[in-house]
Structure formats: structure tokens, C-alpha cells
């Protein structure tokens, strides 16, 4: 079977390592981005082109979620499976003649960070029983977390890890604000932020919840806002509501 990874960014560069690790040969990556795309051709000994597509039996789509329509429009060959990487769109967003489907991973992607594959959930939405077995023997090789899931559940996948991920990484960020404000380094929170994590594993987030807001302390609350302003002020209100709220406070 010839695969062929359409994309240069962050999940393209993931995918194509992962398929490369794991043993699923790759007839080519093609993208915009020659630079990123002769990289990743360098590094994991893959074809690379971003101006002639080959033709092949499936297609792996990793782009942003606004370009994949577009670049869907570029694939001709209707005996294809074509399939995105997005877990907000449905897969009739692929124009085309080809069959369509659906292969989201579940995780956050960056070119400089490694990952631990085999961990990753991959969600797979298929129009046949037949490409989605053949998704799934594909997943399979790469993770040990592999399930099939419609468009319908995916959208709430995807929200929940906005909000598991981006949410809190945006937090991470205006915390790091603060502190960079003070001159205090930031890794001092990091035993903070890694002991947040690993209690997840171990405790229902609700009953892991600590802090001023969960304890009603009124004092500290108004302390912490008369050291804000700005976006971060409305950010500490709106999460110190919510979690009052949600523990009727």
C-alpha cells in the first residue's frame, strides 16, 4: 500500500515519524513548506515534493483545520482513501470522489518535543467497515489506545482537550506572567504543576481541588485582585466563580 503524508507542520512531522518508527513504509511527505518538509525527509528518510503529489492508495491530510477543504481539492484519484487528522471536522469536509474517513490522534504536537506514540489515542471514522479495519490495523501498529468514534462524539473529544490542554497551557502562561513580573523563575512551580498533574491519576479532578476559591477564603481572594489587572484579573474572577460554583460556595 502506498501511503502519503499531505502537511510540514507539527502533526505531519509527528505522523510521518510515527508511521517511519513503527515500520509503515511512506511513499512521500508534500507540503508547502519545502524547508520543514526536506527536514523531515533527511531525518526519517522519506520522498519528499512540493510540487508534484504521487499517487497513492491513502492519503494522510495534517493540516490546519481551515486548509483541509482546500487541500483535499488537490487529490484526484478516486480509488483513494483519503482521511484528516482534525478532531472538529467532519470527514465529508473532503472534497472529492474518494472514499473519506477520519484518523484523529489525541495530543498536543510540537516538532521539539519527543513522544511516547503507543500512548496516544487515536480516534478512527470510517464510511466502510473495510477502511476502517484497515485504519484500525494501521493505528494499532503505532498505539495501543485505538477506538472508532463518530463525528458527533469527536466534537466533545475535541473540546474536552481544548480545555484539558489549551486551557490550561494559556494558564501556564499567565501564571508564568506573574511570576516573570516578580523576577521569581518559574521552574520553582514546576514540583507545583507536575504533583497538579500526577494527582489526576490518582483523584477525580473535582476532589483534587485546593486553593482559596474551593475554601471560600474571601481575604485571599480580594488580596489576589488587588494584584491584578487587566485580562489576568478577569481570568482569575471568571475561574474563581466557576469554582465556587461548582462546589455551590
Same mark, same amino acid.
Do not use: W
Given at each position: ?6 502537511? $510540514? ?57 481551515? $486548509? ?74 503505532? $498505539? ?106
Amino acid at each position: 500500500m502506498k501511503i502519503v503524508i499531505i502537511g $510540514s507542520g507539527n502533526v505531519a512531522y509527528h505522523m510521518a515519524k510515527a508511521f517511519t518508527l513503527k515500520g509503515i513504509s511512506l511513499a512521500q511527505i508534500f507540503g508547502r513548506n519545502e524547508n520543514e518538509l526536506r527536514k523531515t525527509s533527511e531525518e526519517l528518510n522519506i520522498p519528499y515534493s512540493s510540487k508534484q503529489l504521487e499517487d497513492a492508495d491513502l492519503y494522510l491530510i495534517c493540516v490546519s483545520d481551515h $486548509s483541509v477543504e482546500e487541500v483535499s481539492k488537490i487529490i484526484t484519484k478516486k480509488e483513494s482513501l483519503v482521511v484528516h487528522t482534525s478532531g472538529s471536522l467532519p470527514k465529508e469536509i473532503l472534497s472529492g470522489a474518494y472514499r473519506k474517513a477520519s484518523f484523529y490522534p489525541l495530543q498536543t504536537f510540537s516538532k521539539s518535543k519527543d513522544l511516547e506514540y503507543e500512548k496516544i489515542p487515536f480516534f478512527i471514522e470510517a464510511e466502510n467497515n473495510e477502511d476502517r479495519d484497515l485504519l484500525f490495523e494501521i493505528a494499532s501498529k503505532i $498505539s495501543e489506545n485505538v477506538m472508532e468514534s463518530t463525528y458527533e462524539k469527536r466534537k466533545y473529544i475535541h473540546l474536552t482537550a481544548v480545555f484539558a490542554c489549551n486551557f490550561v497551557n494559556h494558564l501556564f502562561s499567565r501564571a508564568k506572567e506573574i511570576s516573570d513580573s516578580q523576577e521569581i523563575p518559574f521552574d520553582y512551580f514546576l514540583p507545583l504543576v507536575n504533583e497538579t498533574v500526577q494527582k489526576i491519576y490518582e483523584i477525580e479532578p473535582k476532589m483534587a481541588q485546593t486553593g482559596p476559591a474551593v475554601r471560600n477564603d474571601i481575604r485571599i481572594l480580594q488580596l489576589h485582585e488587588q494584584l491584578l489587572k487587566g485580562e489576568s484579573l478577569e481570568i482569575y474572577k471568571t475561574m474563581n466563580h466557576s469554582i465556587q460554583k461548582m462546589y455551590e460556595l
